[in-house]
């Protein structure tokens, strides 16, 4: 069965530092992995998806994911971190023709000025 | 903005009460999924809906129902609330059968239902 863990629940930078937001999986098959963040208030916007296509997948607002099979992770990075990133970012995935979502349970990003 | 509106925004019920919320897909979308956001948790998927008929459910019981029509909007419906059905419910379209890149599901803001 597929699972999504998240590393941590909260996360903490400075404006113009980098971000790493942990994601692991566990999966019998090639899973379809997702990135979506959440601003107060408001619903889940994709920011980034794999498929098989590439191993190194970018997304809005400069994030990107590496898929790393070995480790069985896709940590999200932001090369420089905004006021704007602060929100709750969720990892998720889903298995085989499967299109049920399983979501980690979130990691809040606080970015400090 | 991703297409997919939710009514209502916010609507408090008392334990026992029975509701309903509502959901319009994006536009070429023929799928509908819910899932039940607890507060400081990640969204559970409750059940999703293709062409007006259930196509998968997560583990919630039978009193959380379903409706798809033929416009592809789609109903939850919820019977005798409990105190734990409080949440945020999330509703996302997609279009299955499109290819493996494209099938993305699109959420609405969600409704925030308090059960007191």
């Known amino acids: 069965a597929q699972s999504v863990t998240q590393l941590d629940s909260h996360v903490s930078v400075s404006e113009g530092t980098p971000v790493l937001l942990r994601c692991n999986y566990s999966s019998s098959y090639s899973p379809s992995l997702f990135w979506y963040v959440q601003h107060p208030n408001k619903g889940l916007q994709l920011l980034l998806k794999?498929?098989?296509?590439?191993?190194l997948v970018k997304g809005i607002n400069g994030f990107e994911a590496e898929f790393k099979k070995s480790e069985t992770s896709f940590h999200l990075t932001k090369p420089s971190a905004h006021m704007s990133d602060a929100a709750e970012y969720f990892c998720?995935?889903?298995?085989?023709?499967?299109?049920?979502?399983?979501f980690g349970k979130g990691t809040k990003l606080t970015v400090n000025p | 903005e991703t297409g997919v509106t939710q009514s209502p925004t916010h609507l408090i019920k008392t334990r026992g009460q029975q509701v309903t919320l509502r959901c319009s897909s994006q536009s070429g979308h023929n799928t509908v999924s819910w899932y039940q956001q607890a507060l400081g948790q990640g969204p559970q998927f409750i059940f999703q809906?293709?062409?007006?008929?259930?196509?998968g459910r997560g583990n919630f019981p039978p009193r959380f129902s379903g409706l798809q029509f033929p416009n592809y909007s789609s109903e939850l419906n919820v019977n005798a609330l409990e105190l734990d059905d409080s949440a945020l419910y999330l509703c996302a379209s997609s279009h299955l059968g499109a290819s493996l890149a494209k099938n993305i599901q699109y959420f609405g803001a969600g409704t925030r239902l308090s059960v007191l």
């Open positions: 998720a995935g889903t298995q085989g023709g499967s299109e049920k979502l399983v």
């Open positions: 809906y293709y062409r007006e008929e259930e196509n």
């Open positions: 794999y498929t098989s296509a590439a191993t």
